[in-house]
């Protein structure tokens, strides 16, 4: 995808870019080629290849909630994805950029300072750490390519407001969605939608995942990391 297919791509989803945020989607490209050849941060490094498959499917959230003066956390933000993205994209956000790595949290920075960003944070930790005592904190929670989404539902809902929103960005959804509905009724949620598409291009199945947290999800979540992995629900 090259930059006019993302403009054009963009403009489908009712997305137009100033030329500000086109810029600053470039610096973020740089930043990124330049310190991925230091240590991995992203397998796809080919300037089409990181529109396509990085800022343009981490802005079809889009599809599924509009993003208007919204406190958002991003699970796993890794290299940015899609958090720093929506926050070029959507500067009226405020987000925070949980990441259990170091040295993504250190890209993270590099990449705000550089674009001198405002309204976003950094979080250093994993996610069912910082969820103990940040609960109902957000009005959104993403996430986008980090775990099974049984685990993030656990991480991510306690963090939520009531009525809050809980949106997974999935190349592979159907296959996560079985014996699920007891995760709903444990954590206070009712389902809400999925929208199946495919890329712009080069057609890879995607889906985005939303569900509204509806009331108080109990203390017990989410357990610790071993016991996650170990027991559902």
Avoid: W
């Amino acid at each position: 995808m090259n930059k006019e297919e993302f403009i054009n791509e963009l403009k489908k989803i009712n997305i137009e870019i100033t030329t500000k945020q086109l810029s600053d989607l470039n610096k973020f490209y740089q930043l990124l080629y330049q310190e991925n050849q230091k240590y991995n941060l992203t397998s796809i490094t080919e300037e089409k290849e990181v529109y396509l498959k990085h800022f343009y499917d981490s802005l079809t959230i889009v599809k599924s909630i509009n993003l208007n003066n919204q406190y958002i956390l991003d699970i796993g933000s890794g290299a940015g994805f899609p958090g720093l993205v929506l926050k070029i994209m959507f500067p009226n956000i405020k987000i925070d950029l949980l990441d259990a790595t170091e040295k993504k949290c250190k890209f993270l920075k590099l990449v705000i300072d550089n674009l001198n960003l405002k309204e976003i944070n950094i979080i250093n930790t994993r996610a069912e750490e910082y969820a103990i005592h940040n609960r109902n904190k957000y009005d959104i929670v993403t996430s986008r390519a980090v775990a099974p989404l049984k685990h993030l539902l656990e991480y991510g809902i306690p963090m939520l407001k009531i009525n809050g929103t809980f949106i997974a960005l999935k190349s592979n959804l159907e296959s996560e969605l079985t014996n699920i509905s007891n995760y709903y009724q444990k954590l206070g949620l009712k389902d809400e939608s999925i929208i199946n598409f495919s890329l712009p291009l080069e057609n890879s199945k995607r889906s985005l995942y939303k569900i509204t947290k509806i009331k108080e999800t109990p203390s017990i979540y989410p357990r610790k990391y071993s016991q996650i992995l170990k027991k559902n629900i």
